[in-house]
């Protein structure tokens, strides 16, 4: 006789990621309302405090870097990661990316449209980051910013805009075409600061991968890709960032056999090791 797998009668529970909490907030910068997620790692934090992860477009990618902080950070002599707040802000919409919002939050006005990315950064800058300083036991010295494509284009500007606000800056797979002579125009103002920055791009990125060739109106991607040149912007950028910056501070990374989706994934465990790593070990490791 075969035997239910779930007894009748047995209730689901809902799944909760421990040491996680979440709070919807109201921007002064903007008057917008967001989705704030939080997650803590176990333990006693380090004397000044923990670093802290501040993750755009939370409502896909929060999860992802709990669960990668929390895996990792138990052998950090293994992976070269140790534990980290993960900050993750979204727009309060239950759309992964709410991509209308996005392009409000993550453009300046510079890219000819009526951009808001200086009062979102105002946000994240002058309210957010002290409020939580002021709460948790953050080292307000290793704040680090992550975006991915238009949020990867918010995270070089932030960069320009305010170089001092965050210690780290990761870009994956920025939109540079977005508005390239706007971030190019402001390298200038990097000169003598301190800041390290990762960017990664995928290797298919100029052209189709293999698994969407043939799929209809991939004509048409092609043409698109072909005029955003994403690898040789990335790269091109990359190189000038480390010309103003130092070498030692910027780190570009082209990911083999991965997509401008697809990168996502791979891309986050080698930020958490550039990001949190030992001071002193090589940045080539990451």
Not at 61 to 69: K, Y
Not at 92 to 109: I, N
Not at 251 to 269: C, G, K, N, T, Y
Request: proline fraction near 8%; aromatic fraction near 8%; glycine fraction near 10%.
């Amino acid at each position: 006789m075969t035997q239910a797998i779930l007894p009748g009668g047995t209730p689901w529970r809902g799944l909760l990621m421990p040491g996680a909490r979440e709070c919807r907030l109201r921007a002064g910068a903007n008057g917008a309302d967001y989705r704030l997620s939080l997650w803590l790692p176990p333990g006693t934090p380090p004397v000044g405090g923990w670093p802290v992860i501040f993750v755009l477009d939370a409502n896909a990618l929060f999860g992802t870097f709990v669960e990668s902080i929390r895996r990792s950070s138990r052998r950090p002599d293994a992976t070269g990661i140790g534990p980290a707040v993960v900050v993750g802000i979204a727009a309060d919409d239950d759309d992964l990316y709410a991509p209308a919002l996005r392009e409000r939050d993550f453009t300046p006005a510079a890219s000819g449209a009526e951009g808001g990315a200086d009062a979102f950064l105002a946000f994240l800058v002058d309210e957010l980051a002290p409020a939580l300083r002021r709460e948790l036991p953050l080292d307000g010295g290793r704040q680090i910013l992550f975006g991915h494509s238009l949020a990867g284009y918010f995270t070089l500007h932030a960069l320009l805009a305010r170089s001092g606000a965050f210690h780290g800056y990761a870009a994956i797979s920025p939109s540079i075409w977005w508005n390239e002579p706007h971030l190019r125009s402001r390298l200038p103002v990097l000169a003598g600061m301190e800041a390290r920055v990762f960017v990664g791009v995928g290797e298919w990125e100029d052209e189709l991968p293999p698994w969407q060739r043939g799929v209809g109106g991939h004509e048409k991607v092609i043409e698109t890709r072909a005029q955003r040149r994403m690898i040789a912007n990335a790269r091109a950028l990359a190189g000038e960032l480390g010309a103003v910056l130092g070498e030692d501070k910027v780190l570009f990374r082209l990911f083999p056999d991965e997509d401008h989706a697809s990168v996502l994934m791979i891309a986050v465990q080698r930020v958490l090791r550039f990001a949190l790593r030992p001071v002193a070990a090589d940045p080539e490791s990451c």
